[in-house]
């Protein structure tokens, strides 16, 4: 018998030829969620192989453009005792060599034992000490990943405990932000609001970010083109109990932006993709 | 609105690409995500209906790669097969043995072999198409598909002789 090889192999296709009412009706559902919600934060998509864990801490993705995508799943997971926020301080400084140190052992530890971040890839972007408390971006650029991580860390002690650490991000790269303006990146929320931690990119003109959180006022630390800021308190409008996904959590984040020329653009809105 | 447009075109072809893969319950939220990152990238995808659907399709894969990392950082995704291709009850003895190797053979095949060949044959793309999922050259695409053939037609030429298809005759 003779045949041709992908006539032969055609039958076998596994993928059904027609959608059921309901995938369409459900497709119709995504497709305005998509296009109706370009502003509302993104938020976890439950990974294939590992369920997301929940427990303390919430997490939103707005990308550089806006609905944040995502793929790489947000596996947000906490550990180890309650902060001490009360050292906080709203305009941050520069952890010492030493401190980063400390609190890289740790955080390091986390991103190479996490499933969703290349840990071989992912460097530490940006870090910054409020208080007791030290945080570290680790970036890879492509894809877009962020993983934050927040230790207690008293400054000139090696002690590091209370680590809070979230990975969130998208499967493509991130986006560049126009020269005056700023890419939203990944927002975590932990212990049920207690604290928030967010990130993104700046243009070159951009000098400084910030961020209105509530009643909280945060100056964030801008260095390298990219901003992180964490603050005693919540990110989004919706309580706790509000989950992070899809048609999740709304954030709750007014941002001003300083130019290098000393302007400051109040009430900035990061840019999204045409 | 032309992402509205592009959704309509290509939402079935794209769950369908990913249904080839991965398990039918992932399927949705998957292709979900695919649209997602169009939306957010809709400046970069090509403007020609079929480049745009190669572009959607090389979405996914890169998607459903990165979710399968913790599993050994494959670098080509396994497509799955029907388990029981439709076969009328009058069909030939020798056709309905032939159906039961292929699907044994599929199950042999690498991974690279089983996605070079479901580019070609159920994802209905181009050599160009296909290398753009891939990032790859067209050359190199048709290369993968001309070994991938041979592999397939190795596991079951006892039972059948299978003949080179017309893409191979374009390297």
Redesign the interface.
């Known amino acids: 018998?003779?045949?041709?090889?992908?006539a032969?192999?055609?039958?076998?296709?596994?993928?059904?030829?027609?959608?059921t009412e309901s995938?369409l009706q459900?497709?119709r559902t995504?497709?305005e969620e998509?296009?109706s919600t370009?502003y509302a934060p993104?938020s976890e998509?439950?990974?294939?192989?590992?369920p997301v864990r929940r427990h303390g801490m919430r997490f939103a993705f707005v990308?550089?453009?806006?609905?944040?995508?995502?793929?790489?799943?947000a596996v947000v997971r906490s550990d180890g005792a309650s902060m001490a926020y009360a050292s906080w301080t709203p305009t941050p400084s520069a952890p010492s060599a030493e401190d980063l140190v400390a609190a890289e052992a740790v955080c390091g530890d986390k991103v190479r034992n996490d499933?969703t971040v290349?840990g071989d890839e992912a460097k530490v972007a940006l870090a910054e000490r409020r208080g007791d408390l030290v945080a570290l971006v680790y970036r890879t650029e492509d894809?877009d990943i962020t993983a934050a991580c927040l230790v207690n860390n008293p400054s000139g002690t090696t002690d590091v405990d209370g680590v809070r650490f979230g990975v969130g991000g998208?499967?493509?790269p991130a986006?560049k932000p126009p020269r005056d303006g700023f890419t939203q990146g990944a927002v975590f929320e932990h212990d049920r609001g207690a604290g928030s931690i967010t990130d993104g990119a700046v243009g070159p003109a951009v000098t400084g970010v910030t961020i209105h959180a509530a009643d909280i006022t945060v100056r964030a630390t801008v260095e390298n083109g990219r901003y992180v800021a964490w603050w005693p308190g919540p990110a989004f409008q919706d309580g706790p109990e509000t989950p992070s996904g899809?048609g999740g959590p709304q954030l709750d984040l007014s941002y001003d932006l300083t130019l290098a020329d000393g302007t400051v653009v109040r009430d900035a809105e990061p840019t999204r993709?045409? | 609105?032309r992402?509205?447009a592009l959704?309509s075109e290509t939402?079935?072809d794209v769950?369908?690409?990913v249904?080839?893969r991965?398990h039918p319950s992932?399927a949705?939220?998957?292709?979900?995500?695919v649209?997602?990152?169009a939306?957010?990238?809709?400046?970069d995808i090509p403007r020609r209906p079929d480049d745009a659907r190669a572009w959607l399709f090389g979405?996914a894969r890169?998607?459903?790669l990165?979710?399968?990392?913790?599993?050994g950082r494959r670098e080509a995704l396994a497509?799955?097969?029907?388990e029981i291709?439709?076969?009328s009850t009058s069909a030939p003895d020798?056709i309905a043995a032939?159906?039961a190797d292929?699907?044994r053979a599929?199950q042999r095949l690498s991974s690279t072999d089983q996605e070079a060949?479901s580019f070609?044959?159920?994802d209905d793309l181009s050599s160009s198409q296909a290398a753009l999922v891939l990032g790859i050259t067209p050359v190199g695409y048709r290369l993968r598909l001309l070994r991938a053939?041979r592999s397939?037609?190795r596991q079951i030429e006892p039972?059948?002789?299978?003949?080179?298809?017309q893409t191979e005759a374009h390297l």
């Open positions: 018998m003779k045949m041709e090889t992908d032969v192999l055609r039958p076998f296709d596994a993928a059904p030829t027609a959608l995938e459900r497709a995504t497709l998509i296009v370009p993104w998509h439950e990974h294939l192989t590992s990308s550089a453009a806006v609905v944040a995508v995502v793929v790489a799943s499933d290349d894809p998208s499967s493509g986006l899809r993709p045409s | 609105m992402y509205r959704y939402y079935r769950l369908r690409f249904q080839r991965v992932h949705e939220d998957v292709a979900a995500e649209f997602l990152t939306w957010r990238r809709f400046e979405v890169n998607s459903l990165n979710d399968r990392r913790a599993q497509v799955r097969i029907a291709a439709p076969l020798d032939l159906r292929v699907a599929w060949l070609a044959v159920f053939r397939l037609r039972v059948c002789h299978l003949t080179d298809s």
